[in-house]
Each structure stands twice: as C-alpha cells, then as structure tokens.
C-alpha cells in the first residue's frame, strides 16, 4: 500500500511542521483492542504524516513496549515521571522505526492513581505532555481500564480520545459510560472518535452493530493483527497490504482531520 512504508532519518522536532496533540486510547474496558490501536497509530503517525511521535504505555502490563519488543530498562520507576517529576526523557527509548520512541510502563504505574491524589496535581499529566509536545508532534497514551484520578487525568491532557469498541449489543452503552466519564471530569472536553474493533463481518451480531453504527470508523478481525504480538512489528510493516493495514491507514486520516478541525 503505497505511503504506509519509508521514513526519512530521525531529527529533532517535526518534519512536517505540525502542530503538537495528544491522543488516548481509552476504554473503561479491558480486552477491547486499546494497545493494538495505540501501538498501529503511532507507527502511522510517523510513517504516513511523518511526525516525531511518542507512543507512551500508562497501563502496567506494559503491552505497547511488548508489540515493539522492548522492556523497561534501568530502575527507574515509570510512576517516578508523575511523584517525583522527573523528566520522563530519562526513561524514553527508541523503537526499531523513525520518529518513534516509546515511554514503557512497568508494574509501578498500578500505584499511579494513588500518587496522583497524593500529591494532589489534577493536571500532572497535561503539564507533561504540553511540555512533550516541544520535541514530539503526536503523543498517543496507551490507557488502562480505569475510572480513577488517572483516567481524569488523561481526559484533561487528551485532545482526542479515540475509543476502541468491539461489535456487542453493549457497544452503545459502552461508549456513553465513556463519554460520562470523559464530560464528568472536564468543563470542555475533547472529541471522542468511537471506532468498532475486532469487526467480523462474517458475524450475524458484528454485522448489526456496523449497520447500527454506519459512521463509526472500523478495524477488521484479522490474523496480521494477531502477528503484531508474534513478530513485535507493526500491521503496516507485516501486511501493508492488508485490510488491517488499511482501516488503521484510514483511522489515522480521519484522526488527523480531528485534530485539524479542533484547530480550526
């Protein structure tokens, strides 16, 4: 598929001249496809838009940095970038592909909700990424499954929350416990982009929910997704042709329109 592979040698700043966002990937359910969403658009990001980008796992099981096969290295605690305020370049790493470093997490962030209310800092995270934002176009937060101080956290630092769904007849209800949670915990609060995920169309049930949805963007079933996890690659590296590859392809496109149209 012509443009999702290529990438010019790393530089500082943003090649394309883009302004900085930042994107969570959130669900108040687990299993739904978040780290495969999070760890496919930050290589889109960088290899379609070109964008210096940093892909930062906020969830302990620390699958973003699994599907790019690294692990947190040193001893410094990840949760040490919210308590302590140290400079999170200190832990960032970079992956095997341009413009793409990555921010792991490790079994501290599981006490994140709790040092968060100790210190008492409702907008630690936004702070962050606004200062992320000088050396990375695109900072994409792969989310846990919570509804706590950090999920507030990440809905005041978000300027788009993209919510990955799989095809249930709870898929609606799912997204509007979401969206409570996002308008509960910010005044004004960023687009929210569902996106069905998983989708079988094979499937009677997946087939109603498409048809109930007609304007949600959505990502195929597909084994080239399951090989991320087995080759530590992204779909766009493994099968560029694939239809995977595409749906991510065009979520990015439609992720980007986003952003451009909260700017205008």
Not at 2 to 22: C, I, N, R, V
Not at 57 to 70: I, N, P, Q
Not at 223 to 233: F, G, P
Request: glycine share 8%; hydrophobic share 40%.
């Amino acid at each position: 598929m012509a443009g999702l592979t290529g990438g010019s040698p790393e530089t500082k700043g943003d090649p394309s001249g883009a302004s900085g966002a930042t994107i969570a990937i959130y669900s108040v359910k687990g299993g739904v496809g978040k780290t495969t969403f999070a760890s496919n658009l930050a290589w889109c990001s960088a290899q379609i838009s070109g964008h210096r980008t940093l892909l930062w796992d906020l969830d302990a099981a620390g699958g973003s940095g699994f599907l790019y096969g690294l692990e947190p290295k040193g001893t410094k605690p990840a949760h040490d970038v919210f308590a302590k305020e140290r400079a999170p370049e200190k832990l960032i790493q970079k992956t095997g592909y341009s413009r793409i470093h990555l921010l792991p997490a490790d079994e501290s962030i599981r006490a994140i909700d709790a040092r968060l209310t100790e210190i008492g800092k409702r907008r630690r995270l936004a702070k962050l990424t606004r200062a992320l934002g000088a050396d990375y176009a695109r900072v994409i937060l792969d989310c846990p499954p919570v509804i706590n101080e950090l999920s507030a956290q990440i809905v005041r630092a978000a300027d788009l929350v993209i919510v990955p769904l799989p095809p249930s007849p709870l898929s609606t209800r799912a997204f509007d416990l979401v969206v409570r949670e996002i308008a509960g915990n910010t005044r004004r609060h960023p687009p929210i982009l569902p996106v069905l995920s998983m989708l079988d169309m094979r499937r009677t049930l997946h087939r109603e929910v498409r048809d109930q949805h007609p304007g949600w963007p959505a990502v195929p079933y597909a084994s080239a997704l399951e090989q991320c996890a087995v080759q530590h690659r992204p779909v766009g590296e493994i099968a560029p042709g694939s239809p995977a590859a595409r749906a991510f392809a065009n979520l990015w496109g439609a992720i980007e329109r986003k952003l451009a149209e909260r700017r205008a």
